[in-house]
């Protein structure tokens, strides 16, 4: 499986500004994914991070809040603007493709609390 | 609606007894069904099934698929304080598109 990493592992952030989470992983994959887990809630996805063209956004997510960048096929950056308290939340990049190309693998995750 | 039910929600057992995790499922285009145990923050991958009634098995862990009933099982025999955690079901299409479950919050007594 893929080797995937998360920086940064947690913060803490003032309401109105913004943070950018970096994914890392140590083999190049076809898909990357970013999910947001609230407290007590199961895995939401936000979006698929498209290697060279913009990123595909579920229902609920948009560029101007979640911007997404994908230079290449091992990293990837999620940024989560212009923040509020109900952003504070878990957010995970998973990825998929490379030697097992069906199964799905998670990074360490970014813990966010914003106040 | 492409949707992942998992049962129970919760479940709470000694040190040594064997728990059996419940996962249905209704999926347009299935392609596959897996299994993450997550601890703190990130789900850990244990299984993907795709086939009807081929056990993986993984020390204590097994899991199953049922694919005309259209649900998985998940065993732990023998469970461990170190299998509390939340157990996590998922299912993808082949679209690549994934759903998962609430899941199952597990605590385990010493």
């Known amino acids: 499986s893929a080797v995937i990493s998360q920086k940064p592992s947690r913060d803490i952030c003032q309401r109105g500004t913004s943070l950018t989470i970096q994914c890392q992983v140590d083999?190049?994959?076809?898909?990357m994914f970013w999910y947001r887990q609230q407290p007590g809630q199961s895995l939401t996805l936000i979006a698929t991070?498209?290697?060279?063209?913009?990123?595909?956004?579920e229902s609920g997510f948009v560029i101007d809040k979640f911007p997404i960048s994908r230079p290449n096929l091992t990293f990837s950056t999620l940024t989560v603007s212009n923040m509020s308290p109900e952003d504070s939340s878990i957010y995970l990049c998973?990825?998929?493709?490379?030697?097992?190309?069906?199964?799905?693998?998670f990074g360490p995750g970014t813990r966010l609390t914003v106040t | 609606e492409d949707k992942v039910v998992q049962s129970p929600l919760s479940l709470v057992v000694h040190e040594g007894d064997t728990v059996t995790l419940n996962c249905s499922y209704e999926?347009?285009?299935?392609?596959?069904l897996l299994w993450y145990k997550q601890e703190k923050k990130a789900p850990t991958f244990l299984f993907m099934l795709?086939?009807?009634?081929i056990e993986k098995k993984s020390g204590r862990l097994s899991s199953i698929l049922d694919k005309k009933e259209l649900f998985s099982i998940l065993n732990i025999t023998a469970t461990q304080t170190g299998d509390s955690a939340v157990y996590l079901c998922?299912?993808?299409?082949?679209?690549?598109?994934?759903?998962f479950g609430t899941g199952t919050s597990l605590t385990v007594i010493p």
């Open positions: 991070a498209n290697q060279g063209s913009e990123a595909t956004y």
């Open positions: 998973s990825v998929m493709g490379g030697d097992a190309p069906y199964e799905q693998y």
């Open positions: 795709t086939s009807s009634g």
């Open positions: 083999s190049q994959v076809t898909m």
């Open positions: 998922a299912t993808s299409n082949t679209g690549n598109q994934f759903y």
């Open positions: 999926v347009t285009n299935f392609r596959s």
